[in-house]
């Protein structure tokens, strides 16, 4: 099974060899550490050439404070075609989490990446309507980020 | 007539909310001809705590924009602060319509960390109560839906026999609408005396009330014509969107990851995907209607394998032991005190795990850090992406359509905010 | 030959009879709760509505969707910081006399979302009458809950609720306003008798049945 995966990473690596600098396997899951500026790129590549057609999700996740690189951005493609799944991952350093958009490619990447930068403040480059989605516009700080503290920063009034 | 001092609110209004909107052209007419409508949050038929703008020339809608967060609950933050199996409950309160599915893929993921063998029984089982759970899903959507356009009749129908399925699901579990059936590793317990002979008699008179549901509304003439032809969405952009579960198969695209990425033994059941091509409301309810007598047969299927045997993998670290263990030995006190107390260390690593829940892809990304309590817990809730594809469905239809277009969709908020 | 007849037969043409008594039995004969669901206790709430728990039997099964024509508010579910705003606007919005029931766990105490984002008790945001415990409580546990405020309802004299004018609910039909949170006239008001009396604040903004009480 997971040969088949790796087929495809390989296939994205005779393309490009700059763009997959990492390749993990676990559980049965093939994931491919890619650089951050060529993400939309590589997406597009696996769209067009490899039939991963659809993107079931973006989440990120944060390794804590005092780790560099802190901040990851999962992209879980899948295909409606031959049914198999690829994780890629973006690793980004505390001071500049920026990664280019996906919306270009998928529409559906429009609402992963608002939620992705309302709860860990990752900036997507050229999103055309990048914006709190879940939590208010006047929210302060970045929820699901490690040291933001459970309770928030206050506690709730009306006021 | 607007009041002039109204003016200058409802333009910073409009700015923050209505523009840039990826993919949709936005016509700049003057704002004479057109008014924002702000539908919700609370609205009855917007599904919970909702939110559109809607930009209108007339009845048309020029625009619409979902505003979420109404009901976000912090419940990814909160699996961070908590052990793998407390997580279970949270997932309950998720997709509230369909907590088996919810517990199902937080539970696979965990055991696809561990490496757990589930036996026979349990599986079983899992599939059983998970259709059964589709079909209360599927009760709860019919019966809203036809409410949203002024069909009231089929409500009381759906939740009696909705009822009927929280009857059964509360004999096994204890709870009626947060069950925290399924335990890492197993079940929480075996099922209790009688409950084959429950599902058997609900299983007797579900295909009348299918018929009930048929005759009431699928060939009622005005149903048709206020479903048919209205929230069009093509195959490719339903792709392209992400959408996911009925509303995906009610675009044409034969997707069911049940039998193309299957769990939980569902690949030995004999279950057809339907699927219908023309992408709108309609396509969708037909979809949903097909997909009840699917789940019958798969409730079937499930009821004549029930053999006796363990409903929890032999893993004594991180499965509760029997009461009646705990009396008797040592050890399963100890490892009951153990796992109460501190949890059990799962290996580090990440995984993403796809379901198919009554309204789509349900995923889990779930990354370990070698502790008790799990690095990272991310759903991928089907009802959040479904929801996105709002606007360019309801692009150019009438007021009145928008809330057949939200039914169709299948909605629950408290998927949507988490 | 029916109800009419047997009325005449056996009663007299006057009957005396306490005022408040007789207003608030068509009260509470006939509470009509705003249709207003948040989360999984909503679906209860509707499961109260359907055939097999029929709320009607108690008179209080006419959900009205416009806060403006309902008498009690069902708080239904976890109430989020982004939601309390809005909350208060429709409690705001219905008229006198008006009833809120916080059903379940989360409304009540916020329940297992200690979290920044859900509100710590609905009670922080308009007052409550009835607590209905249960992560989602039955729908008989709602049916007690109503027929406990009736039972309330009962016990209320006229007086505490006259419908006067209230320059708050014209405030708050203004249209897309509606993540207003900027202070209201009765809300300044309260801050000034805060500042002179030295008393604690129950709620932020409180309305007039509020106030009555605390005086």
């Not at chain 2, 014509?225 to 093509?234: F, H, K, L």
Request: a negative charge; glycine letters at 6%; proline letters at 7%.
């Amino acid at each position: 099974m997971t040969e088949k995966l790796h087929s495809y990473v390989e296939k994205l690596k005779e393309h490009n060899s700059e763009w997959v600098s990492e390749v993990r396997e676990a559980f049965g899951e093939v994931t491919a550490v890619v650089p951050a500026a060529a993400v939309a790129d590589i997406c597009r590549f696996l769209r067009d050439e490899q039939q991963f057609n659809l993107l079931a999700d973006i989440c990120g996740a944060d390794n804590g404070p005092e780790e560099d690189p802190r901040f990851e951005v999962n992209y879980h493609l899948f295909s409606t075609i031959h049914h198999n799944r690829i994780r890629l991952k973006v690793l980004l350093s505390e001071d500049s989490p920026v990664v280019p958009t996906v919306t270009g490619v998928w529409r559906t990447a429009d609402w992963h990446e608002r939620e992705t930068y309302d709860l860990f403040g990752v900036n997507f480059e050229g999103h055309p309507d990048l914006r709190r989605i879940l939590l208010p516009s006047e929210f302060d700080g970045h929820a699901l980020r490690k040291d933001f503290p459970l309770r928030g920063y206050e506690p709730y009034s009306m006021n | 007539m607007r009041p002039r001092l109204l003016k200058p609110v409802l333009q910073t209004f409009m700015s923050t909310s209505v523009e840039n909107f990826p993919g949709i052209e936005l016509l700049d007419q003057p704002l004479e001809s057109q008014m924002t409508l702000s539908m919700g949050p609370q609205h009855p038929s917007t599904h919970g705590v909702l939110r559109l703008d809607l930009r209108l020339d007339g009845e048309l809608v020029i625009k619409a924009v979902p505003d979420i967060g109404y009901l976000h609950t912090g419940m990814e933050k909160l699996f961070e602060y908590k052990k793998y199996q407390q997580g279970i409950v949270i997932t309950d309160r998720m997709d509230y319509l369909n907590p088996l599915g919810n517990n199902l893929a937080y539970v696979m993921a965990a055991e696809k960390l561990l490496g757990l063998e589930i036996p026979e029984r349990a599986q079983v089982i899992r599939v059983l109560m998970c259709e059964l759970q589709r079909i209360a899903s599927h009760m709860v959507w019919f019966g809203t839906s036809c409410l949203d356009m002024g069909a009231m009749t089929p409500f009381w129908f759906t939740f009696k026999e909705r009822e009927k399925i929280l009857n059964i699901i509360e004999s096994a579990s204890g709870g009626r609408m947060t069950p925290s059936y399924f335990r890492i590793g197993g079940l929480m317990m075996d099922l209790p005396a009688g409950f084959e002979n429950r599902v058997k008699q609900f299983l007797e008179n579900f295909p009348d009330a299918l018929d009930t549901f048929d005759k009431l509304i699928t060939g009622n003439t005005i149903w048709q014509s206020r479903t048919m032809g209205i929230g069009v969405i093509s195959a490719e952009d339903a792709i392209d969107w992400g959408l996911t579960g009925p509303c995906l198969r009610g675009s044409g695209v034969d997707l069911d990851l049940r039998r193309d990425n299957p769990y939980t033994g569902y690949e030995t059941y004999d279950f057809e995907v339907p699927t219908e091509p023309d992408g709108d409301v309609w396509s969708r309810f037909k979809v949903r209607m097909r997909e009840l007598v699917e789940s019958y047969k798969i409730v079937r299927q499930a009821l004549e394998r029930l053999k006796p045997g363990p409903v929890k993998a032999d893993a004594p670290k991180v499965v509760l032991p029997d009461r009646d263990d705990m009396r008797k030995h040592m050890d399963s006190l100890i490892h009951h005190f153990l796992i109460v107390a501190e949890g059990f260390n799962v290996p580090p690593g990440e995984v993403y795990l796809p379901i198919e829940a009554s309204k789509g892809e349900l995923g889990v990304y779930m990354r370990s850090n070698g502790g008790p309590k799990p690095d990272r817990v991310h759903f991928r809730g089907p009802s959040f992406i479904n929801l996105s594809a709002l606007p360019v469905m309801s692009q150019g239809e009438m007021i009145a359509d928008v809330v057949a277009i939200i039914g169709s969709l299948d909605i629950v908020l408290g998927e949507i905010d988490r | 030959m029916g109800l009419e007849d047997k009325i005449f037969e056996s009663l007299p043409d006057v009957v005396t009879v306490r005022l408040d008594s007789i207003v608030n039995w068509a009260r509470k004969s006939s509470l009509w709760p705003a249709t207003f669901g948040l989360a999984c206790c909503a679906i209860e709430m509707m499961n109260t509505v359907s055939a097999r728990n029929d709320l009607s039997r108690f008179g209080a099964e006419t959900f009205r969707a416009s806060p403006r024509q309902a008498d009690v508010m069902i708080v239904s579910g976890r109430v989020s910081r982004k939601m309390a705003p809005v909350l208060r606007r429709i409690y705001d919005q219905m008229p006198e006399p008006k009833w809120v029931i916080s059903m379940g766990a989360c409304a009540t105490s916020g329940g297992v979302f200690d979290n920044y984002a859900i509100v710590q008790g609905v009670d922080k945001v308009v007052p409550v009458d009835i607590y209905v415990p249960g992560c989602p409580p039955r729908p008989e546990m709602l049916v007690h809950a109503i027929m406990m405020l009736q039972e309330k309802i009962m016990k209320e004299s006229v007086r505490d609720r006259r419908d006067t004018y209230d320059p708050e609910s014209r405030i708050s039909s203004v249209p897309g306003t509606l993540p207003v949170t900027e202070g209201t006239a009765l809300e300044r008001e309260t801050e000034v008798e805060v500042a002179q009396n030295k008393v604690s604040r129950p709620y932020s903004i409180p309305s007039r049945h509020e106030r009555r009480r605390s005086s």
